[in-house]
């Protein structure tokens, strides 16, 4: 019996012992460059955690459920705030904290495969992606319609598309609304549909007519577009008419 506990409380301390081996990597330094990541992400990462980046698809690592909402290293070296990584990156022409943290996962999983990092390779990927990216943005802006849906091109544009798409009854509940600040009761339904629809999320002629605005949410837009689609169906008309010549 004795020999029984003796051998659980030295199981348990080695377990315990082993536990606590892995640094919090909030108490080590933010890495200047690639290359110290690399120890680091040993020394803090989990067992597990180390082992899905050596075996798992280097592009398939970010969706996996221990990445996808951003391990601890991604807040603690503050990749989405301008820390001198961030900025190790940038001066190599990556942007974006998607990439630079997707780039590190990868540069690991090479790393822990004895194979070459190629990061100037790596980073080339991102910016041909992000260069069609903003091709197709570019042209989205110019277009009429997306997806065989009309876009509007201003905010009075908007009133005559609603009253074409809306039902009689659908644009009689908005008018007799007590006020503009009421349509938030459509942010789920009409709003949603818009902002999905209308471009305001994905790029539109309609967003960078708002964004020309300093409207920069899509949330915000639509907001805007049915509080003002409420005074317009009231013949008030002052403040979406100076909004509009902004």
């Not at 640094?23 to 082992?51: A, G, H, M, Q, V």
């Not at 698809?57 to 503050?78: G, L, M, Q, T, V």
């Not at 998607?98 to 780039?103: D, K, L, R, S, V």
């Not at 837009?221 to 008030?236: K, P, T, V």
Request: with cysteine.
């Amino acid at each position: 019996m004795k020999s029984l506990f003796l051998f659980i409380i030295t199981s348990f301390h080695f377990l315990t012992f082993g536990q606590k081996s892995k640094r919090d990597i909030y108490d080590i330094s933010i890495p200047n460059k690639l290359e110290k990541c690399f120890p680091i992400l040993t020394e803090t990462l989990t067992e597990k955690e180390i082992n899905i980046v050596k075996t798992f698809p280097e592009d398939s690592i970010y969706f996996h459920e221990e990445f996808i909402n951003r391990a601890d290293f991604f807040h603690a070296w503050k990749i989405y705030d301008g820390s001198r990584l961030t900025k190790y990156f940038n001066k190599k022409g990556l942007y974006g904290s998607y990439e630079i943290y997707e780039t590190i996962l990868i540069s690991y999983h090479r790393f822990l495969n004895d194979k070459p990092i190629n990061l100037e390779q790596q980073i080339e990927k991102y910016k041909l992606k992000q260069r069609q990216e903003k091709e197709e943005y570019l042209k989205r802006t110019k277009q009429d319609s997306i997806n065989g849906i009309y876009i509007p091109k201003d905010i009075k544009d908007c009133f005559i598309t609603l009253d074409s798409l809306l039902s009689k009854e659908d644009i009689k509940s908005i008018k007799e609304l007590p006020n503009k600040n009421e349509t938030i009761v459509y942010h789920h339904g009409i709003g949603l549909w818009l902002r999905n629809n209308w471009g305001l999320w994905g790029g539109s002629r309609l967003q960078k007519y708002f964004l020309a605005r300093k409207v920069n949410h899509p949330d915000s837009m639509s907001a805007m577009i049915l509080e003002y689609y409420h005074d317009w169906l009231n013949n008030r008309n002052d403040e979406w008419e100076k909004f509009n010549k902004k």
